[in-house]
C-alpha cells in the first residue's frame, strides 16, 4: 500500500501565495506522474497540474503563469507553488501519484486525503 499526504493548505488574502506539499511513502517501486487536483465545493474535480518523473509538465489554463508544480524523486514529494491566487483558486486540492507499487505489471493511481484552500480577504 501507498500513502500520500499533503499539507500547506491554509486561508490566504487574494493575491497572496501558498505552497502546498504531498509525500508519497509505502511500498514504492516508481512513480510516474505526479499531480495537483482541486474540486471547489458543487464543483467536479479538475485538473490543476501535473509533472513526469523527467520533470515534464502541463497546467490547466487557469493557473498558468501562476502556480509552479515541481517533484523530488528521492524524497517521492510533488509541490505546488501558488502565487497571485485569486478566490476562485479556493477548493480542496488533491494529490494524485501513478504508483508502481509491486502489486502487478501496471500501475496504480493513488490519492491524497485533500488539502483546503480558501481564497479570502
Known amino acids: 500500500q501507498v500513502q500520500l499526504v499533503e499539507s500547506g493548505g491554509d486561508l490566504v488574502q487574494p493575491g497572496g501565495s501558498l505552497r502546498l506539499s504531498c509525500a508519497a511513502s509505502?511500498?514504492?517501486?516508481?512513480?510516474?506522474?505526479m499531480g495537483w487536483y482541486r474540486q471547489a465545493q458543487g464543483k467536479e474535480r479538475e485538473l490543476v497540474a501535473v509533472?513526469?518523473?523527467?520533470?515534464?509538465?502541463n497546467y490547466a489554463d487557469s493557473v498558468k503563469g501562476r502556480f509552479t508544480i515541481s517533484r523530488d524523486n528521492v524524497q517521492n514529494t510533488v509541490y505546488l507553488q501558488m502565487n497571485s491566487l485569486k478566490p476562485e483558486d479556493t477548493a480542496v486540492y488533491y494529490c494524485?501519484?501513478?504508483?508502481?507499487?509491486?502489486?502487478?505489471?501496471?500501475?496504480?493511481?493513488?490519492w491524497g486525503q485533500g488539502t483546503q484552500v480558501t481564497v479570502s480577504s
Open positions: 509533472i513526469t518523473s523527467r520533470g515534464s509538465t
Open positions: 494524485n501519484a501513478d504508483v508502481m507499487d509491486g502489486s502487478g505489471w501496471l500501475p496504480v493511481i493513488y
Open positions: 509505502g511500498n514504492i517501486f516508481g512513480i510516474n506522474v
